[in-house]
């Protein structure tokens, strides 16, 4: 049956006819507090001839609100065991790639790797839970990896309540859930099977990790599964909805597209640099305090353009094998392939050049601990 998308997240008033004209996207550039009508304005056609308005004005509120520095971190994939289906995925229970788990001497050697090259966030991906990498060992990997790190993140299987408050007592400090696409009909269609089928657990499971009281929650849709205009507006709305009631939380955007990957599934809406570039300019308008992330996916030259240009935050030197930092050979083929293959010092060397300051630490850790103290 195809779930129901509740009526919070409904995008339709504003993408019904998506007749944006010139004067509606005047009107968004103006507007000081801009919401998902002005977003969509700005990704309407009417918004071609405003691009390099968009441009600019992304990259003042970029640097109004982030100043001239880009935040680095590194993902770790600890396990690509998994039970679901989902069409897109490299890690699909039915693709032919050898599974791995890192044991937690493992996980902790890939730790000390990252420390090495200078990383001081972290974001620890597994698949669905697992009886291979289930809760307790997510728990595991994230103390070990809150000894070492300042900011310790999860993208994993979406959990209860009670789990998101005993990862956060563990260090965790940000928990990334990605809807992929807010379209029941297409979610229901690329989830073939698997516990990622249930398109309204997962929806709600960043409210849970706010609740838990985790200091941030990553959205994001995977762009080339569904319409990307309809997508952004219930990004957008899903954000919202998230700030006005766990106001205390904070909340960051991505932007992933589609990537090759084991299975060979291409992407049924396209979506192109232009429009990838228009996207990110649109949401730091109408966000202009939200961290927006940019993953190794994209082509260096992309990424290069887009630092500093509504793009606050970056990933570096990223493996997506399990063991892939380690001294041995990767055993897989990866959850997608990795289009910027640029080492740490010379993506830091690249924004250097551009007047921008790669940074790697946040104060994620300082709050954490004072959180403890605070309970002592
Ligand atoms: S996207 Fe996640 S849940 Fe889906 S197959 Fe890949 S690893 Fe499993």
Redesign the pocket.
Known sequence: MTPQMPAWLDPSPWLDGRASTHADVERALRCDEPGPRELAALLSPAAHPFIEVMAQRARALTQRHFGRTISLYAPLYLA?H?T???AY?G???DRTQPRRRLKPPEAEKELAMLKEMGFEEVLLLT??RTSHAGFDYLLECVSLAAQRFHAVGIEAFPMTTREYGLLAEAGCSGVTVYQETYDPRQYDRLHRW?P?KDYLGRLEAPARAMEAGMRTVGLGVLLGLSDPGFDAVCLMRHAGHLQRIHWKSGITLSFPRLRPQEGNFTALFPVDEAWLARLVFAFRIVLPDVPLLLSTRERPEFRDGMAGLGISKMSAGSRTTVGGYGGAEPTTEG?FQVSDKRSVPEICAMLRNRGLEPVFKNWDSAFRDASVRGHD
Do not use: M, R, V, W
């Open positions: 690509n998994c679901s289906g989902c995925c890690f699909a229970s698949g669905e698997g990622k959850q």
